[in-house]
């Protein structure tokens, strides 16, 4: 089992920069990618970015481009995901979550969640 805890989001204004964190606990040592996804109201969740377990695999979904950058650090086994630039459509309830599948985005294929974390981007 791993526990996954989120912190950082909160209410920001459009072109403003958050930083969300996820700690991980438990049985670390099975997990390959540390990914965030999203959840904005009425819709289904959706895949954000996913990093690997040496930090040498990054992958982006093609709206956060250039303006979100996810890193971790194994020693915190922790994941973080920085978000600049931030526009009113990135608002939504954003989750961590791991797989143990290399180079994964597939929100099928994350083993284990996190409770969500509230990012709020006002105009």
Same mark, same amino acid.
């Given at each position: 089992?791993? $526990?996954?805890?989120?912190?950082? %989001?909160?209410?920001?204004?459009?072109?403003?920069?958050?930083?969300?964190?996820?700690? *991980?606990?438990? #049985?670390?040592?099975?997990? +390959?990618?540390?990914g965030w996804f999203r959840q904005?109201? %009425?819709?289904? #969740? =959706?895949?954000? *970015?996913? @990093?690997?377990?040496?930090?040498?695999? !990054?992958?982006?979904?093609?709206?956060?481009? %250039?303006?979100? !950058? @996810?890193?971790?650090?194994? *020693?915190?086994? !922790?994941?973080?995901?920085?978000?600049?630039?931030?526009?009113? =459509?990135?608002? *939504?309830?954003?989750?961590?979550?791991?797989?143990?599948?290399?180079? &994964?985005?597939?929100?099928?294929?994350?083993?284990?969640?996190?409770?969500?974390? $509230?990012?709020?981007? +006002? &105009?």
């Amino acid at each position: 089992q791993v $526990q996954l805890v989120e912190s950082g %989001g909160g209410l920001v204004q459009a072109g403003g920069s958050l930083r969300l964190s996820c700690a *991980a606990s438990g #049985r670390t040592s099975s997990v +390959s990618v540390m990914g965030w996804f999203r959840q904005a109201p %009425g819709k289904g #969740r =959706e895949f954000v *970015a996913a @990093i690997s377990r040496s930090a040498g695999w !990054t992958y982006y979904t093609e709206s956060v481009k %250039g303006r979100f !950058t @996810i890193s971790r650090d194994n *020693a915190k086994n !922790t994941v973080y995901l920085q978000m600049n630039s931030l526009k009113p =459509e990135d608002t *939504a309830v954003y989750y961590c979550a791991t797989s143990s599948r290399f180079g &994964t985005r597939y929100e099928s294929e994350y083993d284990y969640w996190g409770q969500g974390t $509230q990012v709020t981007v +006002s &105009t």
